[in-house]
């Protein structure tokens, strides 16, 4: 490890660390424009210039530039080299607007903090300043191209990092312009961070724009609950609302980045119909008056009907917090254990998954970025984890070959290999490889000599032999193979098989190879919270339908989105003596619910979430809650009335409600719920001990879970001849609950599509972006179709968008007969 001296503080550093590096690790900041950690180094800016006196290399150089050695003695305070900075600083500033006093970047401007450091505050120069024009690049992002010293992080991070290429730099030299060749939206998922990562106010946040400055928020570490992967975030408030999401870096999780969804999606927290007050029989009250109507009527309905008779719903968006207590209520009072998922078999997909990880086997999204072979089966991650899509993007640049087994028509900003195939397709062809390399792994260690291909063999299609036999030989000639699994689309047995092929892996490389993909934000978490077996809301409805259930409590939960016949689900609820919703939504069920309890979003009570691969994040409150200042005034001044009480502030969380609702009122407090949740769970012991910026893992060591698949028997549609089958699916836009509710994403979200295969759409007449009109159960369908050829034949997949009314379908899987599928006549 070279050794070397910067400011007369000696340091030793990994080989290959640039100087601008070492200089922080001792805690000295070189100044720097171009250069950042998760980018590299560029040598654009030179604003990075130090002096080098004794070593391999003299004189000023660039610090990003120059790797550390043995011997080098540098200098960042030499009089040579601060002339230097303070020269750039100059020619930067040359042409800037100097429009501080209007510039959202203001208060957090590294161009602001260089100038004044290198103590700029003059321009010399008389000529006329170069000027541009501004481009629209979609709702998200404000351009204001005047600001811009080409940096070049922009086009690095939008094309380099992230592999989108419709924003970049054009024309040369002083005149290099950095946007699109034409004004239109941005189409990377990932462009929100041109925010962070511009360190001047050429990107800025449409959506916070003019609100406040950096000084003025209330900032909180914070945590991404809008898919399983639980990315780090950085919440900012002002007069009690949420105005901005920023990244924060984290080393195992998400890096330095997140996605639009994530950073977009917090206004559902802002809502002005959200539901603020307590309503009893449709008539406002306290909550203190609605939580003992709720608890009189569940203690009469469990006393005339039995506890039995009491069933408790939430949602993968509770906090574990809620999960505990809803757990710990229905326990002891004998209500039903709470339903969580909306469908058995996710459940029981989510569950099989949860058992076979263990500490050696469950790898991170910072760990995948280093795989040099991945096998990713159901799932396209760009919809469904979009910041996955990210971390494979990164094992691509560093040469990783890619396969995805998928029927949907995937599109990643990477090169793959695609396998498209049917989901009833992807347990067998993961078993077949299991197959094949155990038996090539067994003739290695039988005969120490070059083996045989295996024999085709099994159910599978002809055709996939090849495809399956490639896969084979790439995970043996890899060192570092990942298998990542969805759990969404495939068939109940397919976690387990990528499991087995996982377990297998570890024993032929020794290295941790699976990464799961779950439903929601805290699947993990309601897993091991659930029976075993545990109830489904489907199971729910039923017995509501045979009367063996009169109330149920539906917490932090919106069964309309996700149950698949809504005529169906509205008679159920029809029935109840009482439906009773706890939620900060204003959803369906809140709506029509005889007693409504609002309860807090996370920005303001906090919470615990375990993501995907078992780490447990918890994350405090941002602001007290209450109703916006600017929704109380009428976006004037706030009332001029002092008082005890804020308005809107009486709303608790939601295992606080819940412990008053079941009688426990003296067990609210904070030291109350995580002794709690350790007695529900002993992993969760921990989480008193955890500050908000750290996390820890709740899996178990290796060899507590057994290794082998436990026999499931897929369901699967009945198999019909001239049929399609259906494939709902999530969207980055459109399907997921929270993000649904933001205004800004509702205008920058397309029209869905329904997918299907090019040869399927021949016979019916139909080409992309044609209306057609598909005839269910339910009702007609009408919806644009997007006709590929890269995709499985015999699927149509359809979206479970919010403008779409997928509900109609029924149960899924099912089969739609080519018949009931036909142009629609409107254009």
């Known amino acids: 490890m070279p050794r070397l001296v910067i400011d007369d503080l000696q340091i030793e550093v990994?080989?290959?660390?640039?100087?601008?590096?070492?200089?922080?690790?001792?805690?000295?900041?070189?100044?720097?424009?171009?250069?950042?950690?998760?980018?590299?180094?560029?040598?654009?800016?030179?604003?990075?210039?130090?002096?080098?006196?004794?070593?391999?290399?003299?004189?000023?150089?660039?610090?990003?530039?120059?790797?550390?050695?043995?011997?080098?003695?540098?200098?960042?305070?030499?009089?040579?080299?601060?002339?230097?900075?303070?020269?750039?600083?100059?020619?930067?500033?040359?042409?800037?607007?100097?429009?501080?006093?209007?510039?959202?970047?203001?208060?957090?401007?590294?161009?602001?903090?260089?100038?004044?450091?290198?103590?700029?505050?003059?321009?010399?120069?008389?000529?006329?300043?170069?000027?541009?024009?501004?481009?629209?690049?979609?709702?998200?992002?404000?351009?204001?191209?005047?600001?811009?010293?080409?940096?070049?992080?922009?086009?690095?991070?939008?094309?380099?990092?992230?592999?989108?290429?419709?924003?970049?730099?054009?024309?040369?030299?002083?005149?290099?312009?950095?946007?699109?060749?034409?004004?239109?939206?941005?189409?990377?998922?990932?462009?929100?961070?041109?925010?962070?990562?511009?360190?001047?106010?050429?990107?800025?946040?449409?959506?916070?724009?003019?609100?406040?400055?950096?000084?003025?928020?209330?900032?909180?570490?914070?945590?991404?609950?809008?898919?399983?992967?639980?990315?780090?975030?950085?919440a900012s408030a002002r007069y009690r609302e949420v105005v901005r999401i920023e990244a924060r870096f984290n080393e195992s999780v998400n890096g330095h980045f997140i996605c639009d969804r994530g950073r977009f999606a917090y206004p559902y927290a802002n809502l002005a119909d959200r539901p603020r007050r307590a309503r009893v029989d449709g008539e406002d009250a306290s909550l203190a008056e609605a939580v003992r109507a709720a608890s009189g009527r569940l203690d009469q309905i469990s006393m005339n009907a039995g506890p039995d008779a009491v069933a408790l719903v939430a949602s993968d968006r509770c906090s574990l917090e809620t999960l505990a207590v809803l757990k710990r209520i229905s326990r002891e009072k004998?209500?039903?254990?709470?339903?969580?998922?909306?469908?058995?078999?996710?459940?029981?997909?989510?569950?099989?998954?949860?058992?076979?990880?263990?500490?050696?086997?469950?790898?991170?999204?910072?760990?995948?970025?280093?795989?040099?072979?991945?096998?990713?089966?159901?799932?396209?991650?760009?919809?469904?984890?979009?910041m996955l899509a990210l971390a494979l993007r990164q094992a691509f640049r560093e040469d990783a070959g890619i396969v995805v087994m998928d029927p949907r028509p995937v599109s990643a900003p990477f090169d793959f290999d695609h396998v498209a195939i049917a989901p009833a397709e992807i347990g067998g062809c993961l078993s077949r490889i299991t197959e094949a390399l155990s038996a090539l792994q067994a003739d290695s260690a039988a005969q120490g000599k070059e083996t045989r291909r295996p024999e085709a063999a099994g159910p599978l299609r002809a055709d996939l032999d090849s495809r399956i036999a490639g896969i084979v030989e790439r995970l043996r000639g890899s060192r570092n193979p990942v298998i990542v699994c969805g759990t969404d689309i495939v068939r109940d047995s397919t976690p387990d098989r990528a499991a087995d092929?996982?377990?297998?892996?570890?024993?032929?490389?020794?290295?941790?190879?699976?990464?799961?993909?779950?439903?929601?934000?805290?699947?993990?978490?309601?897993?091991?919270?659930?029976?075993?077996?545990?109830?489904?809301?489907?199971?729910?409805?039923?017995?509501?339908?045979?009367?063996?259930?009169?109330?149920?409590?539906?917490?932090?939960?919106?069964?309309?989105?996700?149950?698949?016949?809504?005529?169906?689900?509205?008679?159920?609820?029809?029935?109840?003596?009482?439906?009773?919703?706890?939620?900060?939504?204003?959803?369906?069920?809140?709506?029509?619910?005889?007693?409504?309890?609002?309860?807090?979003?996370?920005?303001?009570?906090?919470?615990?979430?375990?993501?995907?691969?078992?780490?447990?994040?918890?994350?405090?409150?941002?602001?007290?809650?209450?109703?916006?200042?600017?929704?109380?005034?009428?976006?004037?001044?706030?009332?001029?009335?002092?008082?005890?009480?804020?308005?809107?502030?009486?709303?608790?969380?939601?295992?606080?409600?819940?412990?008053?609702?079941?009688?426990?009122?003296?067990?609210?407090?904070?030291?109350?719920?995580?002794?709690?949740?350790a007695e529900e769970h002993p992993g969760f012991a921990r989480c008193r001990d955890i500050p908000t910026s750290r996390s820890f893992r709740v899996l178990p060591d290796a060899g507590d879970r057994p290794p082998v698949c436990e026999e499931t028997g897929d369901r699967a549609a009945p198999e019909a001849a001239d049929t399609l089958e259906v494939v709902l699916v999530d969207r980055f836009f459109g399907t997921e609950e929270l993000s649904g509710y933001s205004p800004v994403i509702q205008n920058a979200d397309s029209e869905p599509l329904v997918f299907l295969h090019v040869r399927d759409a021949e016979p019916l007449g139909i080409a992309h972006s044609d209306w057609i009109s598909i005839a269910l159960e339910g009702g007609g369908l009408e919806v644009r179709a997007g006709v590929s050829a890269q995709m499985a034949e015999g699927v149509l997949v359809i979206p479970r968008h919010r403008l779409l009314e997928w509900q109609k379908l029924g149960p899924v899987p099912a089969q739609i007969p080519f018949g009931r599928i036909s142009r629609a006549g409107k254009e």
């Open 14 to 234: 990994p080989e290959g660390t640039k100087v601008i590096e070492a200089a922080e690790r001792l805690g000295i900041m070189i100044p720097r424009f171009c250069y950042h950690k998760a980018l590299g180094s560029a040598g654009a800016c030179r604003m990075c210039a130090v002096k080098f006196i004794h070593g391999p290399f003299k004189g000023l150089q660039m610090s990003c530039m120059i790797d550390a050695q043995d011997g080098m003695v540098v200098s960042t305070t030499d009089e040579e080299a601060v002339a230097f900075r303070r020269q750039v600083i100059e020619w930067l500033m040359m042409n800037h607007p100097h429009d501080c006093p209007v510039c959202d970047e203001g208060g957090q401007c590294l161009l602001q903090d260089e100038t004044v450091s290198g103590g700029h505050g003059l321009r010399r120069y008389p000529g006329r300043k170069r000027t541009y024009h501004d481009q629209y690049l979609g709702e998200f992002i404000a351009h204001e191209m005047n600001r811009c010293i080409h940096c070049y992080r922009c086009s690095r991070f939008y094309q380099d990092f992230a592999g989108y290429r419709d924003l970049g730099p054009m024309q040369i030299a002083n005149r290099v312009y950095f946007g699109r060749f034409r004004d239109g939206p941005l189409e990377s998922p990932f462009a929100g961070n041109l925010v962070d990562i511009c360190p001047t106010g050429v990107y800025t946040d449409r959506s916070s724009r003019y609100k406040a400055r950096r000084w003025d928020l209330q900032r909180v570490p914070f945590l991404c609950i809008h898919c399983s992967l639980g990315c780090s975030t950085v």
């Open 334 to 386: 004998g209500w039903r254990h709470p339903a969580v998922f909306p469908r058995p078999d996710l459940e029981h997909k989510t569950r099989r998954a949860v058992s076979r990880l263990d500490r050696r086997l469950a790898v991170s999204m910072r760990e995948l970025e280093s795989a040099d072979f991945i096998l990713a089966v159901g799932i396209d991650p760009v919809h469904e984890a979009p």
């Open 501 to 677: 092929l996982a377990r297998l892996l570890l024993q032929l490389k020794a290295r941790p190879c699976l990464f799961f993909v779950l439903p929601g934000p805290n699947s993990f978490g309601a897993v091991l919270l659930a029976e075993s077996p545990g109830r489904s809301f489907s199971d729910v409805v039923q017995d509501i339908e045979q009367g063996k259930v009169k109330a149920l409590l539906v917490v932090e939960s919106d069964p309309f989105k996700n149950f698949p016949d809504r005529e169906r689900l509205e008679r159920a609820l029809d029935r109840l003596d009482l439906l009773a919703a706890m939620d900060y939504l204003p959803t369906s069920v809140v709506g029509r619910a005889h007693i409504v309890l609002p309860t807090c979003t996370v920005f303001e009570c906090g919470g615990s979430f375990i993501n995907q691969e078992g780490r447990v994040q918890r994350v405090e409150p941002v602001h007290e809650g209450g109703i916006p200042v600017h929704q109380v005034s009428g976006g004037g001044h706030p009332p001029r009335v002092f008082s005890h009480e804020v308005p809107g502030g009486e709303i608790e969380a939601a295992w606080r409600t819940a412990l008053e609702v079941a009688g426990y009122t003296n067990a609210r407090d904070n030291l109350s719920i995580l002794k709690i949740m």
